[in-house]
């Protein structure tokens, strides 16, 4: 069959490298796509929320498969449009519909699903430029540090975690009444702050069973020890050392069958991944979040150990027949590393002619923010390149990454050398 991955990060890389190696695939497109699609696939210079541009190239390419890698296009409904055009409804689309996309596109409805369904979560509150008031007096109920989330997409950085309680209500009043993050913070919800050790959940659904992923730890934060600003992230670790059996058996019970059943019950369509946000507190996993896509860089870790053919596995979930696959993981750790612009997340220049690539032999090299130009891979984008590597251990993963990365170059070239640190 012929596929289409949408999207132009480290995840969707991974995903059409993953593809390119199943029998079913046929003819594999990439829109936009990277430097490193380039070489696998066939980029198309498609917007991801250029939903006429997408059906155009569909239906010219005879494309049967559509896998969705980013939140924006989901939130903003592309399955409901494949579904509601007479063209395009025989192809399947992997991500959900976009009454289920909401479970990402508004934290406070997310919040209020886990309260219906006894999903357990931080304690919480949302307000508007209308009651900001109210919110600082509910800032004066909790303990610091502060939480506060911009309900709609801020693309990864609309969570702020404050220390002191003027600067929580001078940021809630910057959130609701001055808009830093546009749109998005018309509402913020203010919840308690967990402390614990995080790590992320990944489920596969056809709308009716579900199968479990490996689970993964990432790395937002730009500074070694989690310090600094928040980044789309920085690296990630599979599986998750501290993750005892006994442990993933709470988060199956405790959260995943839950959420699935609880998405029946709300008649909310999903077919596709569940990426669950938890924070293991004492001994019982909670959520911080849901996203309805897979995380990057945690792709970048969790499908290089999946050894199932992932075109069956897509093929099951459209025709809802999900429960008769059987996953196959590879026991090996997995590790990757990002390799970001000097000045990111904030300000940084692109451009920057990328070297090297050619010389890692242990390590697989995912391109995100990365782009020909010319015969030459320029930086494009902030987070530039993930370089995944296996091992017995984690330790030993990491070390190959690293010991990758010395064979590659860019100007400004930056990258956490700590990842794994905490385990």
Not at 166 to 180: G, H, I, P, T, Y
Not at 256 to 280: A, H, M, Q, S
Request: hydrophobic residues 40%.
């Amino acid at each position: 069959m012929n596929i289409l991955v949408l999207g132009s990060g480290g995840r969707e890389h991974t995903f059409a490298w993953k593809i390119a190696q199943s029998e079913h695939c046929n003819k594999l497109f990439v829109a936009p796509g990277n430097s490193g699609t380039a070489i696998i696939a066939t980029n198309l210079n498609i917007s991801v929320t250029d939903f006429e541009a997408i059906k155009k190239a569909v239906i010219e390419n005879e494309i049967e498969l559509v896998v969705v890698g980013p939140e924006d296009p989901l939130v903003q409904g592309i399955h409901d449009f494949f579904l509601q055009d007479e063209d395009l409804k025989h192809v399947a689309v992997i991500g959900p519909q976009k009454a289920s996309a909401e479970l990402e596109g508004s934290k406070e409805f997310a919040k209020e699903f886990m309260m219906r369904h006894n999903i357990p979560t931080a304690a919480y509150q949302s307000f508007t430029k209308d009651n900001v008031v109210e919110g600082y007096k509910f800032l004066e109920t909790l303990n610091p540090p502060y939480v506060l989330k911009a309900d709609g997409l801020a693309a990864g950085k609309g969570v702020l975690i404050i220390n002191d309680l003027s600067e929580a209500k001078a940021e809630l009043k910057n959130m609701l009444v001055d808009a830093k993050f546009g749109d998005a913070s018309t509402k913020v919800v203010i919840e308690e702050f967990l402390d614990g050790i995080e790590l992320s959940c990944f489920v596969l659904t056809d709308g009716k069973d579900y199968k479990i992923l490996p689970t993964a730890k990432d790395y937002k934060r730009i500074g070694e020890g989690d310090t600094g600003l928040n980044t789309g992230g920085m690296g990630a670790v599979s599986p998750v050392p501290f993750a005892t059996d006994q442990f993933l058996s709470k988060i199956e019970n405790q959260i995943v069958r839950p959420t699935v059943e609880g998405l029946r019950k709300d008649n909310l369509p999903y077919v596709g991944f569940i990426f669950i946000g938890l924070i293991k507190v004492g001994d019982d996993p909670k959520v911080i979040e849901y996203n309805v896509r897979m995380g990057d860089p945690e792709t970048e870790v969790v499908l290089p150990r999946l050894k199932t053919d992932l075109v069956e596995i897509f093929q099951a979930m459209a025709n809802q027949t999900l429960s008769g696959v059987t996953i196959e993981i590879d026991e090996r750790a997995a590790t990757t590393v990002m390799l970001v612009s000097g000045g990111y997340p904030e300000a940084y220049e692109k451009g920057k002619e990328i070297s090297g690539i050619d010389k890692i032999e242990d390590s697989l090299v995912f391109h995100a923010g990365a782009k020909y130009q010319k015969d030459k891979v320029v930086t494009s984008g902030g987070r530039v390149m993930a370089i995944t590597s296996y091992g017995n251990t984690y330790q030993e993963a990491i070390k190959k990454s690293y010991q990758s990365i010395e064979n590659l170059h860019f100007d400004k070239m930056y990258y956490r050398k700590d990842i794994g640190f905490d385990l």
